[in-house]
């Protein structure tokens, strides 16, 4: 059994492939080294290198391994199908290039569900047209990751989305085959859903293939719940703190991994706003301090 752990680009608020204030991608391959992380994922498509001839040899000269990549998108909206296609097919060509395992679906935040983030009773669901429309375009994503490339695809549940609350994400993974979808477990956006990531794991962990740490400050997730705050907000307000700082029990977790046997990567998803600039290595740097005083 070997668990690695890896960081990625979210932790320094990168989440589209372009904006003036996020940090230039070498920087970031850069940080994430000297932070002491062997593994980094792609981020958002176009925000890394697509050319492998020029990414490949900065990973290799920093001794970072790619691990996966995000495909962020809205999964939710049929007219988005094509933006999801390109997103998705870019995104498993650049991971095949070097050699990464993991494809992670998320659908993306909503309009309609981005003021429920956290409250499940008060969350639109979808009807049933809509649901079996929504299922299939990410079963299809899937399908192709698994098929066509080789890689290992997981459901990654997100805050505003549609894809948020535990009982939807049961009825996704009751209706797509497990070995075309297995789960990307995200511990602190299960936290922030209003469930026990402890109790998922106990019940998932055979269909989990990849894990994201994110650490959930409760008394910051009490404030934003209550006042409907949007999810960027609410990163802006550390509502991902530090790990070992928040409700999520990463000692626990780590024993029921090896409990298991669990075998693969754990990756820092400190997800933060980026304009709160001079913090990310440090945060970095802290998440890697902190999981190896527990034994990751």
Known sequence: MTIKIGNAPCSWGIEFPSDPSYPRWWSVLDQCADAGYKGIELGPIGYMPEDPAILSPALAERNLEMIGGVVFRAFHDKEMWDDVMDASTRTCKALTAHGAQHLVLIDSISARRAPTAGRVKEAEQMEKAEWIAYRDRISTVAKMGVEEYGLTVGIHAHAGGFMDFEPELERLLSEIDENILKICFDTGHHSYAGFDPLSFLDRYLSRISYI?????????????????????????QGIFCNLGQGDVNFPEIRKRLIEKNFDGWCTVEQDCDPSMKGTSFEDALANRKYLQSIGF
Not at 213 to 226: E, G, M, Q, T, Y
């Open 212 to 236: 994201h740490f994110k650490d959930i400050n409760p008394v910051v997730k009490a404030h934003v719940i209550n006042n409907r705050t949007d999810f960027y907000k609410a990163c802006g």
